[in-house]
Nanobody, 115 residues
């Protein structure tokens, strides 16, 4: 089992920045991929960014060159640096981790970008 706890969400004006964190605990050595998803109000959950254990990254087209995903393996923590935030980035952001058998999700952290 893997537990994921997000932090760092909040209210920010358009053009501002936030850094989300996700602390992993439990059987973390089984994790191969981690990432962030988001669910805007009234919409489906969507991929934001992924990072593999080897450090390869993948981003949704909508956040390329705006968001940066990274992980600190020594701290068992995943990050999402979000810059130049726009009102359309408003969403509940979820941390994601996967091993060879299943996916794990955090409880979510709300990001609200005011215009």
């Amino acid at each position: 089992q893997v537990q994921l706890v997000e932090s760092g969400g909040g209210l920010v004006p358009a053009g501002g920045s936030l850094r989300l964190s996700c602390k992993a605990s439990g059987n973390i050595f089984s994790i191969n991929t981690m990432g962030w998803y988001r669910q805007p109000p009234g919409k489906q959950r969507e991929l934001v960014a992924l990072i593999t254990s080897g450090g390869s990254t993948d981003y949704a087209d909508s956040v390329k060159n705006q968001f940066t995903i990274s992980r600190n393996n020594a701290k068992n923590t995943l990050y999402l640096q979000m810059n130049s935030l726009k009102p359309e980035d408003t969403a509940e952001y979820y941390c994601y981790a996967a091993d060879n058998s299943r996916a794990y999700w955090g409880q979510g952290t709300q990001v609200t970008v005011s215009s």
